[in-house]
T-cell receptor
Framework: DTGVSQDPRHKITKRGQNVTFRCDPI?????LYWYRQTLGQGPEFLTY????????KSRLLSDRFSAERPKGSFSTLEIQRTEQGDSAMYLC????????????FGPGTRLTVL | DAKTTQPPSMDCAEGRAANLPCNHS???????VYWYRQIHSQGPQYIIH???NNETNEMASLIITEDRKSSTLILPHATLRDTAVYYC?????????????FGQGTELSVKP
């Protein structure tokens, strides 16, 4: 399968713990996006990378959130000191610019904070 | 905030065309119209996009009005597998960011 993959698919944690999610984009895709989706809502943009450079962060991305894409391939999203409000589906998408405008999404990581 | 307005839900009979409307009256000249759909518990899936002209691909057709203030996504022969939430999104071209701002979408139910 050459699509976008995310790991883990599900994560249950206790409030106050740190969690890290991984996203592997489609090979050679230079853009990588992170979104968050809560129940009944559309996905919300968090941040995106062009190769290894983080070019934009949403105001939704508080100081407890950090994202990296160290070698311009896979990316990690870390949440420190998790809160119950962080419970959501975290989605990753990749695209190849300038040749393509569409974003290809992974299956998401569902986070539950108890 | 999302720049588009869509009906919250629609029904369509299997085998018939599904026409999903979208209003984007504040769209600017350098913004594209994108359509994505999300089947339950999966990530969104790209369908089609356009700037001014009507577009067609193997999945759907996109009709954009001449003033670009509204558009319609057409699924020509809907199947049960087309049941999903459909999102109409207005977005800048990739070289100006390309992030997607999702609204609530239209929940399409295709019925036998």
């Amino acid at each position: 399968d050459t699509g976008v993959s995310q790991d883990p698919r599900h994560k249950i944690t206790k409030r106050g713990q740190n969690v890290t999610f991984r996203c592997d984009p489609i090979s050679e895709h230079n853009r990588l996006y992170w979104y968050r989706q809560t129940l009944g809502q559309g996905p919300e943009f968090l941040t995106y990378f062009q190769n290894e450079a983080q070019l934009e962060k949403s105001r939704l991305l508080s100081d407890r959130f950090s994202a990296e894409r160290p070698k311009g391939s896979f990316s990690t999203l870390e949440i420190q000191r998790t809160e119950q409000g962080d419970s959501a589906m975290y989605l990753c998408a990749s695209s190849l610019v300038p040749s393509g405008n569409e974003q290809f999404f992974g299956p998401g990581t569902r986070l539950t904070v108890l | 905030d999302a720049k588009t307005t869509q009906p919250p839900s629609m029904d369509c009979a299997e085998g018939r065309a599904a026409n999903l409307p979208c209003n984007h009256s504040t769209i600017s000249g350098n913004e594209y119209v994108y359509w994505y759909r999300q089947i339950h518990s999966q990530g969104p899936q790209y369908i089609i996009h356009g700037l001014k002209n009507n577009e067609t691909n193997e999945m759907a057709s996109l009709i954009i009005t001449e003033d670009r203030k509204s558009s319609t996504l057409i699924l020509p022969h809907a199947t049960l597998r087309d049941t999903a939430v459909y999102y109409c999104i207005v977005s800048l071209i990739y070289n100006q960011g390309g992030k997607l701002i999702f609204g609530q979408g239209t929940e399409l139910s295709v019925k036998p």
